[in-house]
């Protein structure tokens, strides 16, 4: 079995044909084919390595499936005795992609 480790928005994912990853927004409609930056290429066995320095170029081959909202997350600022609170949400945007091929 192959897999690739990429990387899309200052992460990296491990990934193979198949995966549905959850990523940072990516441009691009739901249906649209995108490509991404690959570090690394192997299977499980260990016979066919390649390894980018820094990387092998855009190798990878996905399909956005969906874009979407993470859950709120609260950002309290409490300090005591001073009156002081901040109260701040934030939901970040999400793209849900299908790795199709290696």
Do not use: W
């Not at 300090?79 to 901040?86: A, E, F, L, Q, W």
């Amino acid at each position: 079995m192959n897999f690739a480790v990429i990387t899309s928005g200052g992460k990296q994912y491990a990934v193979s044909p198949g995966t549905r990853v959850k990523l940072e927004k990516l441009d691009g409609k739901e249906g649209d084919s995108v490509m991404f930056q690959t570090l690394f290429i192997g299977d499980t066995e260990g016979n066919k390595i390649e390894m980018g320095t820094p990387s092998l170029g855009e190798k990878v081959q996905g399909k956005i499936l969906k874009h979407f909202r993470g859950d709120k997350i609260s950002i309290v600022k409490f300090k005591r005795k001073v009156r002081y609170r901040r109260n701040r949400g934030h939901r970040q945007h999400f793209t849900e992609v299908e790795i199709t091929k290696l």
